[in-house]
Each structure stands twice: as C-alpha cells, then as structure tokens.
Nanobody, 124 residues
Framework: QVQLVESGGGLVRPGGSLRLSCAASGSIFSIILSINAMGWYRQAPGKQREWVAHITSAGTTNYADSVKGRFTISRDNAKNTVYLQMNSLKPDDTAVYYC??????????????WGQGTQVTVSS
C-alpha cells in the first residue's frame, strides 16, 4: 500500500503561480513494485476528473494540452516526491488536484494509488 500526501494548494490570482508537492510513503517493497510513474489529476466542480501530467521514473514527462507550457512536473526519486509547478494560472485551473502513483511510459499512464487531493482556486 502506497500512501500519498499532497501539499501546496491554495488561493491565487489569475496569472499567479503555485507549486504542489506530493510525498509517497509505505513499505519499501510496495513502493518499488508500485511506483513506476507518478502524476497529477484534477477535478473541477461539475466536471469529470482529468489527467494533468505524469512523469516516469526515468524523468520523461507528458502533459495535457490545457496545461502544456504552463505547468511543469518533476520528481525527486530519492525522496519519492513529485512536484507540480503551475504558472500563468487561469480560473479554469480551479480544481481539486490529486497526486497519483502508478505504472506506465511516456504516452501511457495508469494510476494505482491516489492522494486525498488539494484544492487550487484561481480567482481575483
């Protein structure tokens, strides 16, 4: 079982920035076996949950078109932590952001474990 704890959400004005962090913990065997890639999803009010970005253990990344060029995902493998740097935020980015761990390559990703979510609100 892998536990994921997100932090860094909050209220920001349009055009502003936030950085989300997610720390993974659990038995070392579950982490080795479970974590290949890590990623972020989001769910806005009244909308379906959508994939935002993911990063493989090798460091390759992929982004949804809606965030490409504005968001950057990175990871610290030694700390089992993934980050999401969000710049040029828009009101449409308002959502609960979920950290995930799972398996996959650059162009395919299947989450296995989910965090509790952190609220990001973009409003003036």
């Amino acid at each position: 079982q892998v536990q994921l704890v997100e932090s860094g959400g909050g209220l920001v004005r349009p055009g502003g920035s936030l950085r989300l962090s997610c720390a993974a913990s659990g038995s070392i065997f579950s982490i080795i076996l479970s974590i290949n890639a890590m990623g972020w999803y989001r769910q806005a009010p009244g909308k379906q949950r959508e994939w935002v970005a993911h990063i493989t253990s090798a460091g390759t990344t992929n982004y949804a078109d809606s965030v490409k060029g504005r968001f950057t995902i990175s990871r610290d493998n030694a700390k089992n932590t993934v980050y999401l740097q969000m710049n040029s935020l828009k009101p449409d980015d308002t959502a609960v952001y979920y950290c995930t761990s799972g398996r996959g390559g650059t162009f395919d990703y299947t989450p296995g474990s989910w965090g509790q979510g952190t609220q990001v609100t973009v409003s003036s």
